[in-house]
């Protein structure tokens, strides 16, 4: 079974940004679901999962801005961690307009769990339950080195790179490279034989169609932005996913946020990796219908 229907709109941020985004799914008055993709990432990676929860309930899927085939902002500085939550919370508005806005199931996945838990910070009535997928509440290169001078570099790097123009945009291309999915099942982004190749590949040709100063800016941001501040302050009901042989955002970071995050619940899938909805999608699907129907959601 597919989902019912899929509508296709934007929604206006508060700086007069348009923010592309899909609602999927009937018209119910079950909580419904916000997703927040992977870094440099889209809407259209998220295949399995909403064909299944969209069967049940309004599954909202958006680009970040400048992501997705969008253009580039008009501020660049508006590509930031803090600012997609808020454009996260401008679509959520837009989609609950008829029964008053929010609150929504808000679901992160890997760089997305920092947005989501933005998210709580900045807008806390519009989360009613987390989902959170594979990711990390802290700087994301705590795991190599929690020195403040390694995240600034490689920060001033990144910026560097949003400006690097035609160069810039050559280097993207090689995400189109053959050896890209080598260099994820290497790096323990994605396990060979668990992960279909076509996601992956999407994955890869949606990175390299952005534009340098997309992805210099947001991944910027994602190396300084921490928010393990907000942990004890998640007062809902909360998922937390992690594979074992995740390499990009390990079980520690995982087992962090479940004893920060009062009452969370950790599901930890052992000989997977970091894209645990692609490789293992039933069982996925599976536990979160499970959570979902404990906390009468």
Known sequence: MTHTWT??????????????YRVHGPATNKTPMLLYPGLVSSMAHWPFFVEHFAQQRKVVSW???GHGGGPVPRNPDSITVERFADDGAAVLAQTTAQTGGGPAIVVGLSFGVQV???????????VRALILLCGTDGHPLDRLSEAAWL????????????????????LLGLARAPGMRQLAYLSGGARRGQCPPDALDAIFAHTASLDPIVAGRIVASYFQHSAREVLPTVHVPTLIFAGDRDQLTPVSSSERMRDRIAGARLEVFPGHSHVLQLEKPTEVHAKIDDFLSVVGL
């Open 7 to 20: 509508h296709d709109d934007e929604a206006l941020a508060d700086d007069g940004e348009g923010i592309r």
């Open 63 to 65: 680009d970040y801005r």
């Open 151 to 170: 995240r600034q570099a490689a920060s001033a790097l990144m910026r560097g790179f949003s400006r690097s123009g035609a160069l810039g945009r050559l």
């Open 116 to 126: 989501a838990l933005e998210h709580v910070r900045r807008h806390p009535k519009d």
